[in-house]
Nanobody, 119 residues
Framework: QVQLVESGGGLVQAGGSLRLSCAAS????????MGWYRQAPGKQRELVAS???????NYADSVKGRFTISRDSAKNTVYLQMNSLNAEDTAVYYC?????????????WGQGTQVTVSS
């Protein structure tokens, strides 16, 4: 069981920046993949950015060049730095931890943090 606690959401003007944090109850180096998802009203949850246990990063096309995922293994924390925010980035952002044990994949979720970008 992995518990995730997000922080850092809020209201920001278009063009501004925010940094989200996700603190995990387990060593993030033991977790296959840490990721940030978001869900806007009426839309499906989508993967925004992820980082694997070996440091490989992946981004959605819509955020490439604007968002950066990073981690601090000493603090078991993953960050999402979001720059040049626009109204389309408004959503609830969820931290995700994905682990594989044998043939089974386990997904753990944080409670979500609201990001609102005003135009």
């Amino acid at each position: 069981q992995v518990q995730l606690v997000e922080s850092g959401g809020g209201l920001v003007q278009a063009g501004g920046s925010l940094r989200l944090s996700c603190a995990a109850s387990a060593s993030i180096l033991s977790i296959n993949r840490m990721g940030w998802y978001r869900q806007a009203p009426g839309k499906q949850r989508e993967l925004v950015a992820s980082v694997t246990s070996v440091g490989s990063k992946n981004y959605a096309d819509s955020v490439k060049g604007r968002f950066t995922i990073s981690r601090d293994s000493a603090k078991n924390t993953v960050y999402l730095q979001m720059n040049s925010l626009n109204a389309e980035d408004t959503a609830v952002y969820y931290c995700n931890a994905r682990t594989d044990r044998g043939w089974t994949t386990y997904d753990y979720w944080g409670q979500g943090t609201q990001v609102t970008v005003s135009s």
